[in-house]
């Protein structure tokens, strides 16, 4: 963000998330591919990988939005609030979730809108990346910059949110895959054969 910006955030704000996202990859290729989770679940990491194995376009949410803002996402949480940040993500998930024939990272809350959960639900396939509460606390540990463990405990903060958001996740998925311990390019692997046996049993 620039200095400009953090000075005036209301002019920041409003002038700075009109641009266009990059990456908006070409139609077609088969129903898109979701991945949701909690933070730290690896949809960002294992979506990359995954993408490339199928041969798909790969679009991260929060990279989508942090790009078209100009800002990062805890920037945009500082200005806006959480309620701003989930404005932009479901008008966002709106448009990305109608592109056929790519991997989308959604962000960590992006269940939690009932709207956003229909647009998953009824315009791809929707993984879902598991992983213990403890798992996810270790993956996300070192990372300042999620704004929602920015408290005194972000490992019962972690498990606070495990606990709201789980039966959303398992609301909107088509899939459930643990990713626990497993290496990430097994976890690739496996989740590949997944999609194919899914696509085989349509
Ligand atoms: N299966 C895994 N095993 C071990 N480490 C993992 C695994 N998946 C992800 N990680 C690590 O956890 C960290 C967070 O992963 P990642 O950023 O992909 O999560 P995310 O689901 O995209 O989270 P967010 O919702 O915050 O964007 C990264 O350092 C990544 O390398
Ligand atoms: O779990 C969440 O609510 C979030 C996860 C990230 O992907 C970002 O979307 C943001 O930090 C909020
Ligand atoms: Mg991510």
Redesign the pocket.
């Known amino acids: 963000m620039n200095d400009s910006l953090r000075a005036n955030p209301a002019v920041a704000v409003d002038v700075s998330c009109h641009g266009q996202a990059p990456d908006a990859p070409a139609a077609g290729g088969g129903r898109p591919i979701f991945l949701v989770g ?2 730290g679940a690896g ?1 960002t990491t294992i979506g990359r990988h995954l993408a490339k194995a199928l041969n798909r376009e790969f679009v991260d ?2 990279l989508a939005l942090e790009s078209r803002c100009g800002v990062p ?2 920037v945009i ?1 500082e200005i806006e609030g959480e309620e701003g ?1 989930r404005r932009r ?1 479901s008008q966002l998930l709106d448009q990305y979730s109608q592109q056929q024939g790519i991997v989308l990272a ?5 269940v ?1 809108a009932e709207q956003n959960r229909g647009m998953l639900k009824e315009r791809g396939v929707v993984v879902y990346l598991r992983a213990t509460s403890e798992e996810l606390y270790q993956r996300v540990a070192r990372d300042r910059q ?3 463990l920015q408290t005194d405990d972000p490992r019962a903060r972690v498990a606070q ?1 495990l606990a709201q958001r789980e039966p959303l996740y398992e609301e909107v998925a088509t899939l459930a895959f643990d990713t626990g311990s497993t290496p990430i390019s097994q976890a690739v692997q496996d989740l590949v054969a997944l999609l194919e046996q899914h696509e085989h049993a349509r």
């Open positions: 909690m933070m949809k949410l929060d996402v805890a949480f940040f993500e959604t962000g960590g809350g992006a939690l999620r704004p929602l949110l």
